[in-house]
């Protein structure tokens, strides 16, 4: 079966959403039901809710992290009709976590009680080649080895406390000077390129397929870098089709938030999760019974 916080990470992830959502497969709810002594009587909704409170307490792992982010801020300050998150993006050579687009790119880089700053730097550095700004969000107790790294630098520092709040201790500024074409070019779809260029040239290079790509980089680097980083924003902040299902999103639980913003749901989907986290168990096999004897 495996210890709780494997359960829980298979459970909190895109591939436990996929075998809920689309084999009707409850097999992980199951077993959070049997680990943590949850009746039958309960429905899969109230599971998943519990194993989710579970993880707040003893096991704030890096879904956890994000879906706070999501939740506190996204939803909390911000719109989905007026903001943006994108997760695990790609930037000249490194994976950032978590980026909110709302008039700016705020660069979330998670930092969990598990992980350490060894890689920090050339995260760090990365980042700063697409977007101005980068804040570090950690565990409260990696709070004094990050203020001893970042105190004095650009970098903002949050620190999710004990209460699972976000604290910030202090903001980001802005830094422009790494900023590159090339970093955020290579963060573009080739359609997304491909529109910059229209709109600045009115039309596209007339080469070869295998001269193109690097034809559009250099038209790309033509283009005033600040007004580069306007387009990329803007190009990103397109990705999401959220705002289409805003009602059905609404509804979600807020322990699942995080990964059905990513899912690229359809209103088929949201109907199936809903109809599987209301079932409760011991009301399927009553009817179960009762069908069997009325034969």
Known sequence: ????EEMLGRLFSPAGLKQIVNAHDTALVDEMRQRMAIAPSQSNNAVVELAYQTMSRQYRNEYFFK?????????????????T????????????????????????????????FDRLPSQLASYYQAFKYV????DD???????????????????????NTLHTVW?????TEQLTHEAMFKILRKGEYETILRAHFGKLPQVNQFQYYRACLAWF???DLETCHQELLAALKKRTTIQRHADQFQRVPQSLKELVYFADFQDADYAELDQVLQRIPQREASNHVFSVSSR
């Not at 996204?74 to 719109?79: P, T, W």
């Not at 695990?88 to 009680?113: C, M, R, W």
Request: no cysteine.
């Open 1 to 4: 079966m495996g210890s709780v």
């Open 85 to 116: 998150a994108l997760r695990e993006l790609p930037v000249a050579g490194s994976i950032l976590d978590f980026l909110i687009i709302n008039g700016i790119g705020q660069v979330y880089e998670v930092k969990t009680g598990l992980d350490n």
């Open 135 to 138: 804040t570090v969000v950690t």
């Open 67 to 83: 879906n706070t982010l999501l939740t506190k801020i996204l939803l909390g300050r911000h719109s989905i009709h007026t903001s």
């Open 141 to 163: 107790s990696h709070l004094p080895a990050a203020t001893a790294r970042l105190q004095g630098t650009d970098v903002g520092l949050v620190v999710l406390t004990r209460r």
């Open 171 to 175: 903001a980001p500024k802005p830094r």
């Open 221 to 223: 680097k033509k283009i």
